[in-house]
């Protein structure tokens, strides 16, 4: 009996390794990488709550591939997008190495992803492809950690005496001194001889971009196929309103330079308008720059894109938020 007892454990103990060798997964090949490399990448250092940070994104591409690398309007993940601009691009190893980086903030704490932006790419003779993405982690600290002595309750301070205010007499001082120039302006202008008749006002932007859309829909460029030359004069519509509605002179600029002139300063546009107009601007590099062929459809969404970004902003005013970045 312990001689068969034997047997029987020797058995089962071959029969588990044998069903454990079956069990086992069979390794995978990674698969080879593509000729586009994305990688993302922050500035080292602690980033808290509110506090803008630098996000860079690299493209390595062999020389002589076409590159396309989305610009997003407004936000990059779970993070605002404050500021934007590219570097030269270098050469490394034979590879073509586009750099861009990001100004970025956040208003909540945790770990989070930031992915790169969606990159493109067309090799020699071939359709357009998408670079596989990059993500970044990336970490927003509290600043209530950093105040160790939070606890620390202190005696108030005796009453001081409150200052004396001068405002008064300021602005009494600006008043007078602002009745006397504004006499001495219009004595100056009542005493000018042969002034010269005032002319009629300039006509709004608006119109003038109205009337020029109705001109480029009556040519029928679209029916004919010419549809890098109708995007081509749609674009030029667009910037010529924005030049004459919001005075920006950007004739020469690509369409990222645009929108960081539209983002920033005296010429901001709302969140949801410079959104609109990214998107009509990036379709409209793809049809001019890339190749791009698109249907009847595509152009009549184009123009009515166009005609509503006018339609919208012929009364917005400039540099108007549309809400506060710490809702968000």
């Known amino acids: 009996m312990p001689m068969v007892r034997l047997g029987l454990l020797l058995v089962a103990l071959c029969a588990g390794a044998a069903g454990a060798d079956d069990a086992a997964p069979v390794p995978t090949a990674s698969p080879a990488p593509g000729p586009v490399t994305v990688h993302g990448a922050i500035e080292p250092g602690e980033i808290t709550i509110g506090q803008r940070f630098r996000y860079t994104v690299e493209v390595a591409a062999p020389t002589g591939v076409e590159i396309l690398l989305t610009q997003p309007a407004e936000k990059l993940g779970d993070f605002d997008i404050v500021d934007f601009g590219d570097a030269q691009p270098v050469d490394r190893g034979g590879r073509t190495v586009i750099t861009r980086w990001f100004a970025l903030v956040g208003y909540a704490t945790g770990h989070f992803l930031v992915p790169s932006p969606p990159v ?14 990059d993500e970044t982690v990336v970490e927003i600290a509290s600043l209530l950690a950093r105040e160790s002595a939070a606890t620390d309750i202190r005696d108030i301070k005796p009453p001081e005496e409150p200052p004396r205010d001068w405002r008064p007499y300021y602005l009494l001082a600006g008043a ?38 109705a001109r480029l829909r009556a040519r029928g460029l679209p029916e004919q196929g010419a549809f890098k030359e109708y995007y ?3 674009t030029g519509i667009v910037r010529g309103y924005l030049e004459q509605r919001f ?8 369409t990222e330079e645009f929108l960081l002139v539209t983002a ?36 009549e969404r184009a123009y009515g894109a166009a005609a509503r970004f006018v339609d919208e902003t012929a009364a917005a005013r400039p540099g108007a938020a549309e809400g506060s970045h710490a809702s968000r």
């Open 120 to 133: 493109r790419y067309r090799l020699p003779g071939e359709d357009l492809a998408e670079a596989p993405p």
């Open 176 to 213: 007078l001194a602002a009745l006397v120039l504004l006499g001495l302006v219009v004595r100056r202008v009542l005493r000018r001889p042969g002034r010269l008749p005032v002319g009629p006002p300039p006509r709004p932007a608006h119109e003038i971009a109205h009337e020029e859309l």
């Open 232 to 234: 081509s004069a749609l």
């Open 247 to 254: 005075r920006v002179r950007a004739p020469e600029m690509t």
């Open 264 to 299: 920033r300063g005296g010429a901001a546009l709302q969140g949801g308008h410079r959104a609109l107009l990214g998107a009509f601007l990036g379709e409209s590099d793809l049809v001019k720059f890339a190749r791009y062929h698109p249907t009847l459809a595509d152009a």
